[in-house]
């Protein structure tokens, strides 16, 4: 079964309008944030991403987090690689125990 929360792959480019079951009035604000994540990890994926570009979006991620605690497994069930990783990142922050990818590891 398909997720309900999976989007059109982010090429970096174009908008996307996420949708993780937030209030409409909230909405926008979340999809700019990721959108702009999106892009700039994907343009720093070959080799430039530092951790300053991470820990800036999940910091401002884990504030949509504590206001709603079930956007987490919506966001870890994205096929976005960055929305993934800032939310990962997002988690660490808050202190949450290390959570297991979902994702089968190269080889296994």
Same mark, same amino acid.
């Given at each position: 079964? !398909?997720?309900?929360?999976? %989007?059109?792959?982010?090429?970096?480019?174009?908008?996307?309008?996420? $949708?993780?079951?937030? %209030? =409409?009035?909230?909405? =926008? !604000? +979340?999809?700019?944030?990721?959108? *702009?994540?999106? &892009?700039?990890?994907?343009? %720093?994926?070959?080799?430039?991403?530092?951790? +300053?570009? /991470?820990?800036?979006?999940?910091?401002?991620?884990?504030?949509?987090?504590?206001?709603? =605690?079930?956007? /987490? %497994? &919506? +966001?870890? &069930?994205?096929?976005?690689?960055?929305? *993934?990783?800032?939310?990962?990142? !997002?988690?660490?922050?808050?202190?949450?125990?290390?959570?297991?990818? $979902? &994702?089968?590891?190269?080889? *296994?």
């Amino acid at each position: 079964m !398909a997720s309900k929360w999976r %989007h059109e792959r982010h090429s970096g480019l174009k908008e996307v309008d996420f $949708n993780f079951g937030l %209030h =409409p009035k909230e909405r =926008p !604000a +979340l999809s700019a944030l990721l959108n *702009q994540a999106c &892009r700039v990890l994907l343009m %720093h994926a070959g080799g430039n991403l530092k951790a +300053l570009y /991470t820990d800036e979006y999940a910091s401002r991620l884990a504030s949509y987090i504590e206001a709603h =605690p079930g956007l /987490t %497994h &919506r +966001l870890l &069930r994205s096929d976005e690689w960055a929305i *993934q990783t800032i939310t990962y990142r !997002a988690l660490e922050m808050l202190g949450y125990p290390p959570v297991a990818s $979902n &994702r089968k590891r190269r080889g *296994q």
